[in-house]
């Protein structure tokens, strides 16, 4: 069976700071991966989508970027974290051939300070 | 263009009661429709889909949709509300990008 992984679970870190959220996907192959990021009270928001190594399709422009070094690996970072990256951070997969649903991880808790 | 909405942000019911969530859609073809389920600090559920079929599809821990082509709703429900079924529900659809609704939070009372 498939699962998907997501690292740290919780991390504080002060304006300005750097940022990497690493993002593995297990049991599946050439997946469809997808960065979410949810701000408080809020809903969705997809970040960054790919669908193949060194692919990356950016949905906002922002302060982050992603990253897709191997085929089941999939980093969001940033050079300089602002206030307003705060927010759960949540990594999702689909199969590259069936339009159906994604499966997400278990996100991960992002507070600047 | 494709896009979901949900309404009502809140949804509050008591323990025991029905549950209902409303799940409208637009889509210029025939979508595939979910509910997700997502507690606190949590990564998204799926509850349900539908694809093709059935009309009435049944998911996880007792809830169920039924898809309402002439009304484009994809509406949740579940007949008896339990605490446990306290969280955000998202409905969301795909043509191939996924759309995702603003979200539902559900609150059961005891």
């Known amino acids: 069976s498939q699962t998907i992984h997501q690292w740290p679970a919780t991390l504080v870190q002060p304006v300005g700071s750097p940022l990497s959220l690493e993002c593995t996907v297990e049991?599946?192959?050439?997946?469809?991966l997808y960065w979410y990021r949810q701000a408080a009270g809020r809903g969705l928001q997809l970040l960054f989508y790919?669908?193949?190594?060194?692919?990356i399709s950016s949905e906002v422009p922002q302060n982050l970027s992603a990253s897709r070094p191997q085929d089941r690996q999939f980093i969001l970072s940033s050079k300089k974290l602002l206030l307003s990256d705060s927010g759960f951070y949540l990594c999702?997969?689909?199969?590259?051939?069936?339009?159906?649903?994604?499966?997400f991880g278990p996100g991960t808790r992002l507070t600047v300070l | 263009a494709q896009s979901v909405t949900q309404l009502g942000s809140h949804v509050s019911v008591s323990e025991g009661a029905l549950v209902l969530l409303r799940c409208n859609y637009s889509?210029?073809?025939?979508?595939?429709l979910f509910w997700y389920v997502q507690y606190p600090n949590q990564g998204l559920q799926l509850l349900l889909k539908?694809?093709?079929?059935?009309?009435l599809v049944k998911g996880i821990n007792g809830f169920e949709a039924e898809f309402k082509k002439s009304e484009t709703s994809f509406h949740l429900t579940k007949p008896s509300a339990h605490m446990s079924d306290a969280a955000e529900y998202f409905c969301?659809?795909?043509?191939?990008?996924?759309?995702f609704g603003a979200g539902t939070r559900l609150t059961v009372k005891p």
């Open positions: 999702a997969w689909r199969d590259r051939y069936y339009f159906g649903e994604q499966f």
């Open positions: 049991g599946t192959s050439n997946p469809n």
């Open positions: 790919s669908v193949g190594i060194g692919q």
């Open positions: 889509s210029s073809v025939p979508p595939y």
């Open positions: 539908y694809t093709t079929g059935a009309t």
């Open positions: 969301a659809l795909t043509q191939g990008d996924m759309r």
